[in-house]
């Protein structure tokens, strides 16, 4: 069945395909954003870890291989919003550092771009979704931009209580940048520090695509079509152009959606699948694909955690799930002696007892009786802190179609993912420091948060770069074989940073989507 | 919207009511409340939830009372999306049941074979605990079914939800709850 032909159709109703289709659909063009699962409300974000899994895929089609399986479930999105509806809104940003690895270390790429070509956006998104934390506080690291819109948020006990282990080895902690509101904003309540942003935020205190710039484009008349599974690209007889997609609808009907320019922004793992599904005699590898770069370079970040009970009541139910504090202080390349990649270093942190964050999985080991004292003592005593790692991209960690099958006949996606040597190296390094901090902070008990190294926030899979040689796409995600589809959201980062992707995730799409629209007549003609 | 409306706690969904069915109608109960009120199981057979029982017992003291087969037998028995179980977010492929009912026979071919062909269920506490703690350390030579390390992680999950997860597992630990937002709707 074909529907009318729009302008831009969005797959993906998360963080990227949200700006897009705001930015598009304001800039008067004609939008459907598809998204595969349900149309979720704010009065649906129930504030329960259990109840909160709802809003998370449940069995996505990938299978997991590799060393380092990657771990998608906790983070993912399903149903509109994307995983920025239950995400913990930390908005660290990339560094200047970030986008010259090659450069000036001889590993990994350059970006196309410089951090000065981002940090425009970066000061439009905090403006436009609402930013709280301190600029000016972090200009001790970074060039100086806008300030945010809002001040820092409240700090609790199980925030301030590191600060003195922090000072003692010499990291200086600012105040988080966060996307919340420590005061009212945009007709948005502030925050009330429950601590329940892992499940949802329900009155809109943190910046969800719900209550943003989804939002945003539908008051500007963008159609968002929930439970539409994308299969899909379609292409002219050429292969020059893509003419729309392919889906199925609720009723597991096919459907086709025709469109001037298609946007991917589907996650950094569906994109690359969607884009080898839709292989032609003209494209035989896939969209986009003649160098075969679709699905290389999959990134994640680790986090070494380090965690500790104090004698003290440090109300560990309050604030909120990101951090009170932050810090770059580790950021440079080779900031930890014989390890290699940026670390970001968060403290602060609302926890709840179960769920994989929950302080019942502080202590794996526990169980029984044992377990049942422990969260006796961790309710009053425990927190924790956390070192993010950046993994270097690698050729071979790569997604690829699977001969297995979803409902849809669509190949599932194969994520093979494994760590290099470089990964354990900083890991440690950052536990090591960990212990120093609790000690000094005056910790009666700590630990190291170990088990398998986690694998957190996936990147990469459809990377830019100077040209095809190198990448698949262009610096605003413009794809170099085809200049009417775009990819949109982490999986065109070149490299993983340290810090939380979200931020950069809002301004590299806000910037394509404002590239779209100046250049429209040029890319959808 | 108020600040005690914000607060309003929910006794559905933070309390953990689940739609059992009773006598052919659908009602909400806690998984609490349907083992103490007997709600037939509707996927586990009568053996596997002793097996769970007992497991979640010996990992989480109280997840027998609190439900934990009930709790699990309810949820793998609905639509893999609409599950709550921490299966979901640690990449088990659904249907769930697959994953219970192999890991439930590999803890209890695990039993037999180092117990004299007595199931979890039938072992003394202390042969319970070793089993477990074996288990978790994937130290259980001839283990057949899902890593014993991984079966330890969910289970031990599922018992942390229904003993602490609540209202009243809070509450029993001292901490205020304090939902956003009361439940308008069954989901």
Same mark, same amino acid.
């Given at each position: 069945m074909a529907n009318e032909k729009v302008d831009v159709v969005i797959v993906g109703a998360g963080a990227s395909g949200s700006t897009y289709a705001a930015a598009l659909a304001k800039a008067g063009k004609k939008v459907v954003v598809l998204e595969q699962g349900p149309d979720w409300q704010?009065?649906?974000?129930?504030?329960?870890d259990f109840w909160g899994?709802?809003?998370?895929?449940?069995?996505?089609?990938f299978l997991l291989e590799g060393k380092n399986p990657v771990s998608y479930g906790y983070q993912g999105g399903w149903g509109v919003g994307g995983a920025a509806l239950h995400y913990f809104a930390n908005f660290p940003r990339l560094l200047p550092n970030d986008f010259r690895i090659k450069s000036e270390h001889n590993r990994a790429h350059d970006w196309p771009i410089s951090y000065q070509d981002v940090a425009p956006y970066y000061d439009k998104v905090a403006r436009d979704v609402g930013v709280s934390g301190d600029a000016k506080a972090e200009e001790i690291w970074r060039p100086a931009g806008d300030p945010y819109p809002m001040p820092p948020m409240k700090t609790f006990r199980n925030g301030q209580i590191w600060l003195k282990g922090f000072e003692s080895v010499g990291i200086r902690m600012v105040p988080a940048a966060v996307g919340m509101n420590s005061t009212e904003y945009k007709g948005r309540p502030a925050c009330?520090?429950?601590?329940w942003c892992h499940v949802g935020c329900p009155i809109g205190?943190?910046?969800?695509?719900?209550?943003?710039y989804l939002a945003d484009a539908r008051k500007a008349g963008a159609e968002v079509r929930p439970w539409s599974s994308v299969t899909r690209v379609l292409t002219n007889a050429q292969g020059t152009k893509v003419t729309g997609v392919e889906y199925y609808d609720q009723k597991k009907e096919r459907q086709v959606q025709e469109a001037s320019v298609v946007v991917l922004a589907a996650w950094a793992a569906q994109n690359p699948r969607l884009l080898l599904n839709s292989?032609?005699?003209?494209h035989p590898r896939g969209l986009a694909n003649t160098n075969g770069?679709?699905?290389?370079?999959m990134m994640t970040h680790f986090s070494s955690g380090t965690l500790a009970i104090f004698d003290?009541?440090?109300?560990?139910?309050?604030?909120?799930?990101?951090?009170?504090y932050m810090s770059y202080?580790?950021?440079?390349?080779?900031?930890?002696?014989g390890a290699f990649g940026s670390s970001f270093i968060v403290a602060g942190t609302a926890l709840k007892t179960?769920?994989?964050?929950?302080?019942?999985?502080?202590?794996?080991d526990l169980f029984g009786p044992e377990l049942a004292a422990f969260m006796k003592r961790a309710a009053r005593g425990f927190s924790r802190i956390g070192a993010f790692g950046e993994e270097m991209p690698n050729i071979e960690n790569r997604i690829e179609l699977a001969s297995d099958k979803d409902e849809f006949g669509m190949p599932l996606g194969r994520i093979i993912h494994s760590y290099d040597d470089d990964v354990p190296k900083l890991w440690e390094a950052n536990f090591a420091e960990g212990l120093a901090i609790a000690k000094a902070a005056g910790a009666k008990e700590m630990w190291s948060g170990r088990g398998n190294i986690p694998t957190i926030h996936l990147m990469g899979g459809t990377i830019m770069g100077t040209g095809a040689e190198n990448s698949v796409v262009n610096s605003y995600g413009q794809t170099h074989e085809i200049s009417n589809l775009y990819m949109a959201g982490p999986?065109?980062?070149a490299t993983s940073g340290a810090s939380n992707p979200t931020y950069t995730i809002f301004a590299l799409s806000l910037r394509g989507a404002e590239q779209l629209a100046t250049k429209w007549s040029t890319i959808a003609g | 919207m108020s600040q005690m409306e914000r607060r309003a706690f929910m006794k559905g969904a933070a309390g953990g009511a689940l739609a059992f069915t009773v006598g052919g109608i659908e009602v909400l109960l806690t998984p609490a409340a349907a083992r103490a009120q007997g709600v037939p199981l509707r996927t586990l057979t009568a053996a596997q939830a002793a097996t769970l029982e007992a497991l979640g017992e010996t990992l989480v003291p109280g997840a027998r009372q609190a439900g934990i087969a009930h709790f699990v037998d309810q949820q793998i028995s609905i639509p893999a999306d609409e599950a709550l179980l921490e299966a979901r977010i640690l990449n088990?492929? &659904?249907?769930y049941a697959n994953f219970y009912r192999a890991a439930l026979a590999a803890v209890d071919r695990a039993s037999q074979a180092l117990n004299s062909g007595r199931n979890f269920a039938q072992l003394g506490e202390a042969e319970q605990r070793s089993l477990v703690d074996s288990m978790r350390q994937n130290k259980i030579d001839g283990w057949q079914g899902p890593g014993g390390p991984f079966v330890y992680l969910l289970l031990r999950s599922d018992a942390v939800d229904v003993v602490y997860g609540t209202m009243d597992g809070y509450a029993g630990l001292g901490? &205020?709850?304090?939902?956003h937002i009361a439940p308008t709707k069954r989901w």
């Open positions: 704010l009065s649906d974000l129930i504030s329960s899994r709802r809003v998370k895929p449940a069995g996505a089609p009330i520090y429950d601590g205190a943190l910046a969800n695509p719900l209550v943003t292989s032609t005699d003209k770069l679709v699905g290389k370079y003290e009541n440090v109300e560990n139910h309050m604030g909120t799930t990101g951090a009170q202080e580790r950021y440079g390349k080779t900031a930890h002696k179960s769920d994989l964050g929950g302080f019942a999985n502080a202590r794996l999986g065109i980062f | 088990v492929r &659904p249907p901490i &205020p709850y304090m939902p």
